[in-house]
């Protein structure tokens, strides 16, 4: 189901950035009850029995999928940042990241609980920072296929070879220097937490000039991040 709709809506750009065509899923109620009807079935299982590969494959899409569903239920938007987590509370967070949004075995979670609380802490893999999309053009990119148990491994080196390799992940600036996604900065402690270990990290999927400038570098000079929803035309 989750392919399906994914294989529908989400396009890849020539600039190397998956984009969601987030007007044509809203206006088709059948695709609407789908993604909804997948949310559920998620939210029916057991992840607490399942392997480790498993259930990051598990939260991973059930965090693609709400993340997916928040966006669609509040399009259009120019950012997820712009869509509030209490409404119009006057103390609204930014962001949907607090609400609580599914039940998975009697626990209410919201998006942050789901990244930070399980997937983050429980499975301690930085990899995990590319299985999951905030809907954002820095983002890592929405895969085109749900998360997979069996080609998990294999899956998570590639979106991390793909992210580190394009701009929004790291950048060479005219200087030599290197700029890198805010991503690298607000987990660092995910990628070893010293600057040396995340430039380690970052070299252990760079290809070609970026391979070569990362040993270089030494540092990370800035970091950036754009919060632009990934949205596609038509």
């Known amino acids: 189901m989750f392919d399906a709709l994914l294989a529908r809506y989400v396009v890849a750009g020539p600039d190397g950035i998956s984009r969601v065509r987030y007007r044509a899923w809203r206006d088709s109620s059948d695709d609407m009850a789908a993604l909804r009807a997948y949310v559920g079935a998620l939210e029916s299982q057991t992840p607490s029995e399942m392997s480790a590969p498993e259930a990051i494959a598990f939260w991973s899409n059930l965090y693609n999928a709400v993340t997916l569903e928040v966006v669609l239920e509040n399009y259009p938007v120019q950012s997820i940042r712009d869509i509030r987590a209490s409404g119009s509370d006057a103390e609204a967070k ?71 390799n394009h701009e929004r992940g790291i950048r060479i600036l005219p200087s030599g220097q290197i700029e890198a996604s805010s991503i690298f900065k607000w987990y660092a402690g995910d990628f070893g937490d010293r600057e040396a270990s995340i430039l380690a990290h970052q070299a252990q999927y760079a290809q070609g000039p970026l391979a070569d400038a990362l040993t270089r570098a030494g540092t990370i000079a800035a970091y950036d991040y754009d919060w632009s929803l990934n949205d596609a035309e038509g």
């Open 94 to 164: 930014v962001g949907p990241w607090t609400l609580d949004r599914v039940t998975v075995e009697e626990r209410r979670l919201s998006l942050n609980a789901i990244e930070h609380d399980i997937l983050r802490r429980q499975f301690a893999d930085p990899r995990i920072h590319y299985a999951i999309n905030c809907a954002s053009a820095s983002c890592p990119n929405l895969p085109p296929r749900a998360w997979r148990a069996d080609s998990l491994d294999l899956a998570l080196d590639d979106a991390a070879r793909s992210y580190i």
